[in-house]
C-alpha cells in the first residue's frame, strides 16, 4: 500500500502529501540542465579587494557574514528576499544569483584569509526538494545556481550550506553579523563589543566606491531618470483618476522592474499637501491640476545598487507665483550645497550651506523671530520649522549607506574623493502653517540630486534631469505635448 507521509519541510497546511510511488517517479527522467559558459563576473576582483582590506583588519580572527533569511509577510508567505548589504558587498552577488541563507565565511589563514561561499544550491533532482520544497525547491522559485556554477561566476570556493556547521564547531575566534541569520547566531559564540565594531568596520569601507560601485549607480540614476519620464507621461492617467498618486507610483515601479531589480526603496509620490508629509508612501491622494507633485524615487538595479533622486513638478506644466517663489529658494540652497561639496570640506559643509540660503529665504519671508543668522545658530534653529531634516545622506547598496559607521567617520567627518551622496533641501509649508500667508500653505518642495565628490569637487550624476524651474517646465510640456 502506498504510504502518506507526515508533512515535509518546506510544505504547507495546505499541500496534498505526496506518496513514495509519485516521489520515486519525480526522481527520473531528466536532462542534465547544467549551465554552460559560465564566466567570471566583472565585479571579482573589486569584491575580492574588498575582502582583502577586512582581512588586514582582523588577523586570526574568522569573518562570517550571512545573506540574511526569509522574513514572513503573512502566515506562509514571505516577503521578497534582498541579500544583507555587507554580503551583497563583500561577494559581489547579484541580486538574481541570491539564495537566502547563504554564508560568506573568511576563514584565517598565515598569510590572511580564504573566502569560502556557503549556499543553497540547486535543487538535484532526484530528492523531494526539487518538487516539495517551496522555499528552495526549483520547480516552486525557479533554478538557483550549482556551487560549481556560483563559484566560476563569483570567484570564491563554494560550499553546501549543510557544511557549515562543521566548519564552526572548533574553537577558532568567529565574529559574525548578529541577528540576520538564527542558525549562524546559535553557531556562534556571542562578542558583543567586537561585533559592534565589525559592523562599523564594514559601514566604514563602503564610504568610498570605487570604480565599479561608481559604474552601478550611474545606471541607477539612468535608470531613475527614464522613470521620472514615465511618471510625467502618466500624469494625465493620474488626474482623471481617483487615488492618482498610485498611478505614478506604479508608473516608476514598472521602469524599475523592467531595467533594475527593485524599487530601492518605497516611491513617494506626494501630491499637494502630501508634500508636507516627508515619507509619504501611502500613495493614496487624488493628483490635481494646479497643484504640484513631489516624487522620491529610485530605482534598484541588479548589483543592488540604488539610486534616489526627487524632484517637485507641477502636474499642469506650470509654477504658481507662490509655488515658484518656494521652489526658486529651494533651487538656491541646493546649488549652494552642491557646490560646498569637495574633498576635504566638513560633511557638514553642504547641509550649511543650503540651511544659510532657506534661512535668508525665510527671513525675508518675515516668519523667522529674528534674524536668518540668529537662527542659523546651534541653540535656535528656528528656520527647521519648515525644514525638519538633514540636506543628505551616504548612497549606496543602502539607500541610506554606510548607516553603522562611526559619527568621527561619517557625520562628523570630512568628504574624501570616490564618495557618493545625495543632496536634498527641502521647504514644507504645512497647511495650517498660519504664519505664512494662504497662497504658500500647503507647498512642499524638495529637489534631490546624487553627487559624487571628485578630486577636485563634485560631479552629480543625476544632471540629465532638470532642476530649475524654467527647465522643469519645459520638460513637463515636451512629455506632456
Known sequence: MNKLPLRAPGTQSHDI??????????????????????????????????????????????????????????????????????????????????????????????????????IHPRSPRDTDEFHADRRHGEFWVGRRLSTDEAQKRYGISVRHIDSLPDLLSDDVETLTLRGEDPVVDALVEKHRKREAKLKASLAEHRLIKDSYEIAELQKAVDVTARGFNDMIQAFPAATSTKRGERIIESAFYGRARLEGNELGYDTIAASGSHACVLHWIKNDGDVLPGDLILIDAGAEVESMYTADITRTIPINGKFSPAQRRIYQLVYEAQQAGIAAVKPGAPWSAFHDAASAVLARGLEEFGVLPGTAEESLAPEAGFHRRWTVHSTGHMLGLDVHDCAQAREESYREGLLEEGMVLTVEPGLYIQPDDLLFPAEYRGIGVRIEDDVLVTNSGARVLSSALPRHPDEVEVWVSNLLN
Request: negative net charge; hydrophobic residues 45%; charged residues 25%.
Open 17 to 118: 502529501p505526496k506518496g513514495e510511488a509519485l516521489a520515486e517517479f519525480m526522481s527520473k527522467g531528466w536532462a542534465d540542465s547544467s549551465l554552460e559558459g559560465v564566466t567570471p563576473a566583472e565585479v571579482v576582483k573589486f569584491a575580492a579587494a574588498r575582502r582583502a582590506k577586512l582581512s588586514a583588519l582582523y588577523p586570526d580572527i574568522r569573518i562570517v557574514i550571512p545573506s540574511g533569511t526569509f522574513k514572513v509577510r503573512s502566515n506562509d508567505t514571505d516577503y521578497k528576499f534582498r541579500v544583507l548589504t555587507d554580503f551583497a558587498y563583500l561577494t559581489g552577488i547579484s541580486a538574481s544569483d541570491s539564495v537566502p541563507d547563504s554564508v560568506l565565511v573568511l576563514e584565517p589563514m598565515p598569510d590572511g584569509h580564504q573566502a569560502f561561499l556557503f
